[in-house]
């Protein structure tokens, strides 16, 4: 758990040091912020192309080079293949990761749901196999959950998108109301922060951030149905 703790702790300081570099300028931050929500039905394919070119580079090709400088040839043509086929063998290492993250995150959730609902004392809670049937249905649920994470992963990604791009963009219109280009430290994480910086400082950043949501969803989900329907 400790080791867990540490790795987010060390992607939130990379984050934030990242946000840092954007926020100096805040044009930089709504360009930026605007450009996540332009592509957000498109981050999953962004993704799975971004990890096939650092899997691609830092381990398949040192194999394949290896490989041919020790003139070991069948490995070099089978590394030669895999680096050919790199972006489609990603692409179902992905759906698989998401689909055991979902079960995991399924399984943890419905157990503890479980946790609060009082078993009656002449239903069995153990089976044959001793696996403890309400873990059965914590299983069954985590399954579920699964298969729903790699059916709906494109759009839970691109509301992911949408929202973290309509969050930089909104807290460089914050920083530009406020005039203060630190300002944005006091809406990162939480935007109650903004209350002791300026008058109706929240309010802006809030109304922003609802009006860029509401605009990335119509603009990546609603626009072609509306067209499609005319």
């Known amino acids: 758990m400790e080791a867990i703790q540490h790795y987010f702790s060390e992607i939130y300081v990379y984050l934030v040091a990242i946000i840092n570099v954007i926020m100096q300028k805040w044009y ?9 929500i332009a592509v957000a039905k498109y981050l999953e394919n962004i ?9 691609g580079i830092f381990v398949v090709l040192p194999v394949t080079l290896q490989a041919f400088q020790s003139k070991n040839l069948v490995l070099g043509v089978v590394s030669v293949i895999i680096l050919a086929l790199l972006y489609f063998i990603m692409k179902y290492i992905y759906k698989i990761g998401l689909f055991v993250v979902g079960l995991g995150a399924g399984y943890i959730f419905a157990n503890a749901l479980l ?5 009656p004392s002449n239903v069995p809670t153990q089976i044959e196999t001793g696996f403890g049937t ?9 399954v579920l959950i699964g298969l729903i994470t790699i059916k709906f992963t494109r759009q839970l990604i691109a509301l992911i998108g949408i929202f973290a791009g309509s969050y930089l963009a909104s807290m460089g219109i914050m920083n530009v109301y406020t005039g203060d280009p630190q300002a944005w430290k006091k809406a990162f ?3 109650y922060g903004l209350v002791d910086v300026k008058r109706n400082a929240l309010t802006v950043f809030l109304g922003s951030l609802v009006i860029l949501i509401a605009f990335g969803i119509y603009f990546n989900f609603m626009r072609k ?3 499609r329907g005319e």
């Open 134 to 142: 309400l873990n059965w249905i914590s299983l069954a649920m985590g």
């Open 225 to 227: 149905k509306k067209k």
């Open 115 to 119: 946790g609060f609902i009082e078993i």
């Open 47 to 55: 993704l799975i192309a971004a990890l096939t070119v650092v899997v």
């Open 28 to 36: 930089l931050a709504v360009l930026t912020g605007l450009s996540i």
């Open 189 to 191: 994480p939480n935007p």
